[in-house]
């Protein structure tokens, strides 16, 4: 079975990956996409054969000035098989907009 990272861009670049979807059509937002609009997070997906599928399908963002948690933030990045996990762990947090990575828990 394949890996599967969990990806969580600062609150800045998930507003433009939201931009980004919103523009291709709501409809899109719930499907695997090849690229999230964010150019050395994309490059090292390309790099690795990675894709990314929204981890919380069907949310919508809070309210602008909320505190509440931005469910369409999360991602997952969905690795060939055969990919080094701690390889592309270390060059996917090397990605300076990245709040957060890592294995994702979730089952297939």
Do not use: H, N
Not at 64 to 89: H, V
């Amino acid at each position: 079975m394949a890996d599967r990272l969990e990806v969580r861009p600062a609150p800045a670049a998930a507003a433009r990956v939201r931009a980004g979807g919103q523009r291709s059509g709501s409809a899109t937002a719930d499907l695997a996409r090849p690229r999230l609009g964010l150019a050395a997070l994309d490059a090292v997906a390309g790099e690795l054969g990675a894709w990314f599928e929204p981890e919380y399908r069907g949310e919508m963002p809070p309210p602008a000035g909320s505190a509440d948690a931005d469910f369409t933030a999360f991602y997952i990045a969905q690795l060939p098989e055969g990919t080094d996990l701690e390889s592309a762990l270390s060059r996917l947090g090397s990605w300076p907009m990245c709040g957060t990575r890592g294995p994702s828990r979730c089952c297939p």
